[in-house]
C-alpha cells in the first residue's frame, strides 16, 4: 500500500533539496550512525533513507549494497507521516506492507522501525530505521536510542548546510572588505565634484525656487560621467546590508548556556546508555548569559556530546559542566576507565575541530563543521589530554553583556 503524500511534500521537499545531500559520497559520520542503530536494535539493516520526490536515496547503509529503492516500495514513506518512531512488529501482519514484494521474499523484510529525520523547521525529510527477516519488537531503551541517533542525523545534516552558508558569508564579507578601500577613493575623490554641484544646485532651488539651467547642465553631465561610480556604491552598501541576513545565517539572541547545555546532555543520554556510558551532568547551577543561536549551538552541543560516546569504549565516563572562566564555558571531559584504558576523543577532535578547522572533509567532518559554528559565536576551544584524567574540551563564550563580568 503506497504511502500517501504529507500535507506539506512541497515545503518538504524544498527543505530537503536546500541540504544539498541528495546523491552525495559516503560519510563517516552517517555511516557510524547506522553502524550503531544496528547494534543497538540488534538488527542486520540499518538505513538513513531520504524521501525524494519519487525515491528512496540512502545516505548511508549497513547490511544492503543498494543506493536507493522506489518511493511506492518504501517503508519510510509511511514513517514521515507521524512525528515519532513508526514500529512494524511483522510486515506480514500489517496491512499496509502485507502484500509488499520484501516482505513475501524469502529472508526479507518481517520487522521494521524507522524515526523520522525532523528537522528544526517540521519537516520529515526521511527516517533512521532498523528492519530484520524475522518479527520482533524494540524495548523502550532502543525506541528511545533509535530517536535520539535520528536526531544527530538531522542535526548533521543542518549543520553542514549552516557551516556552508557561514562559509559563503565569510568570503562574501573578505572581498566587501578588499573593495572597502576602492569605494572610500571613489566617494573620496571621482565622486565628490559631482556630489557638491547636487547639493548647491539643490540647495540654490530650496532657497531660490529659481532653477539655474547652467548648473543643472553641470550637474547632469558630471553625473552622468559616474553613473558607475554612483551604482557600483549603492551595490556595495546593499551588500553590506545583506549579508548574514539570509534565511541560512545565524540567528543570535541572548540564551541560557547552562539550560541549553543540559539539553543536549538530555538528548544524547539514551544514546550512552546502550553502551553503558555514564554521563555526568554537572551543567547546573546559576544562568550563564550568552548571545547564540540556541537551535544551531544546541547541535553543536549535541554533536560534541555524540562524539564523546562515540570514541568511548563501553562502560566508560563523560563528565559535563558549565562554570565561568574568562567567559561562560562548557566542559566536556572524557575520562579514562579505571583500568587504565583510555577513550579515543582525542586525537578526532584535535585533528578534526582543532589543527585545520578550515578543512571539512574526511572522517570527522561534522567536528569541522561543529568548530565553523563555534568560530561564528566567537567561542574559544581549548583541548587537553592527560593519562590519568582523560580528554577534557573547554569552549568559553563571550559573556552576553560585558558588566556580568563583576558579578
Known amino acids: 500500500m503506497p504511502a500517501p503524500l504529507p500535507s506539506n511534500e512541497a515545503d518538504r521537499l524544498a527543505a530537503l533539496y536546500e541540504l544539498h545531500v541528495l546523491d552525495t559520497e559516503p560519510e563517516a559520520d552517517f555511516d557510524d550512525i547506522v553502524k550503531l542503530a ?15 520526490i519519487d525515491r528512496q ?18 517503508f519510510c514513506g509511511h514513517a514521515i507521516l507521524g512525528k515519532d518512531v513508526l514500529v512494524v512488529p511483522d510486515a506480514s501482519a500489517d496491512p499496509r506492507f502485507a502484500d509488499h514484494p520484501a516482505v513475501g521474499s524469502q529472508r526479507g523484510i518481517r520487522f521494521y522501525a524507522g524515526a523520522p529525520l525532523i528537522t528544526s523547521d517540521g519537516f520529515a525529510l526521511g527516517t533512521l530505521c532498523v528492519m530484520d527477516s524475522r518479527p520482533r519488537r524494540l524495548d523502550v531503551e532502543q525506541v528511545q536510542a533509535l530517536r535520539a541517533l535520528a536526531r544527530q542525523v538531522t542535526s548533521q545534516l543542518e549543520l553542514r548546510r549552516y557551516a556552508s552558508a557561514l562559509a559563503n558569508t565569510t568570503a562574501r564579507l573578505q572581498e566587501l572588505e578588499r573593495r572597502k578601500d576602492e569605494l572610500a577613493g571613489l566617494v573620496g575623490g571621482e565622486l565628490r565634484a559631482p556630489l557638491r554641484l547636487m ?47 539570509g534565511a541560512d545565517s545565524l540567528h543570535m539572541r541572548q540564551i541560557d548556556l547552562t539550560r541549553l547545555t543540559q539539553r543536549a546532555v538530555e538528548a544524547v543520554r539514551p544514546i550512552a546508555a546502550t ?7 554537572q551543567a547546573g547551577g546559576p544562568s550563564l548569559p550568552i548571545i547564540a ?61 582543532i589543527a585545520n578547522p578550515t578543512v571539512i572533509h574526511g572522517p570527522d567532518q561534522g567536528l569541522a563543521v561543529a568548530k565553523r559554528v563555534l568560530d561564528a559565536h566567537h567561542a574559544t576551544v581549548a583541548l587537553s589530554d592527560r593519562p590519568g584524567d582523560g580528554t577534557s574540551l573547554h569552549v568559553v563564550f563571550p559573556f552576553a553583556e560585558r558588566e556580568l563580568v563583576a558579578t
Open 38 to 52: 544496528s547494534t543497538v536494535c540488534d538488527v542486520p539493516l540499518a538505513l538513513v533513507g531520504l524521501i525524494d
Open 57 to 74: 536515496w540512502f545516505k548511508a547503509s549497513i547490511g544492503t549494497d543498494l543506493t536507493e529503492t522506489p518511493r511506492d516500495l518504501s
Open 199 to 245: 547639493k548647491s544646485y539643490l540647495a540654490d532651488l530650496g532657497n531660490t525656487g529659481h532653477h539655474d539651467a547652467e548648473l543643472a547642465d553641470l550637474v547632469g553631465r558630471a553625473t552622468a560621467a559616474h553613473v558607475r561610480g554612483f551604482r557600483d556604491l549603492l551595490e556595495h552598501l546593499g551588500s553590506m546590508s545583506e549579508v548574514g541576513s
Open 275 to 281: 553502551k553503558q556510558i555514564w554521563i555526568l551532568n
Open 293 to 353: 543561536d540556541p537551535v544551531r549551538l544546541e547541535q553543536v552541543l549535541m554533536h560534541l556530546l555524540f562524539a564523546a560516546v562515540k570514541y568511548t569504549p563501553a562502560g566508560g565516563r563523560v563528565r559535563v559542566g558549565t562554570d565561568i572562566e574568562s567567559g561562560p564555558t562548557v566542559r566536556l571531559d572524557d575520562m579514562d576507565m579505571p583500568d587504565g584504558m583510555r577513550p579515543d576523543l582525542f586525537p578526532h577532535l584535535y585533528y578534526g575541530a
